[in-house]
């Protein structure tokens, strides 16, 4: 049962941008962690970005290194993927995710606790 809800994935052209939000609507309970993976079609899901606020720790998949930006809104208590300079292989289902256990690190989708429904991104050449 996904707990996350993710928003703003759509259909836009190469070299353009789109900004995912990831809301976590357990209040009061807040994760100190959350991260964003993709998974395209016929792909195991792989990590794109993590956060971890008490730390200020973050990571990026090389793929998208200097085009997609992870930030956390305190206000609205969200997370957003900034997605810039979109290539066609950055098509994919978008997941948020929250409640870093580990063992294993931010990368691997194990470590994870909590996930949304998705948010579909497509890009056109």
């Known amino acids: 049962r996904a707990q996350l809800v993710e928003s703003g994935g759509g259909s836009v052209s190469a070299g353009g941008s789109l900004t995912l939000s990831c809301e976590d609507p357990?209040?009061?309970?807040?994760?100190?962690?959350k991260a964003w993976f993709r998974q395209a079609p016929g792909k195991e899901r792989e990590a794109v970005a993590s956060l971890c606020t008490r730390d200020g720790r973050i990571n990026y998949a090389d793929s998208v290194k200097g085009r997609f930006i992870i930030s956390q809104d305190y206000a609205k208590d969200t997370v957003a993927l900034q997605m810039n300079s979109l290539k066609p292989e950055d098509s994919a289902m978008y997941y948020c995710a929250a409640d870093f256990r580990g063992p294993y690190g931010p990368e691997d989708k194990k470590s994870w606790g909590a996930w949304g429904q998705g948010t579909l991104v497509t890009v056109s050449t």
């Open positions: 357990r209040q009061p309970y807040r994760s100190d962690c």
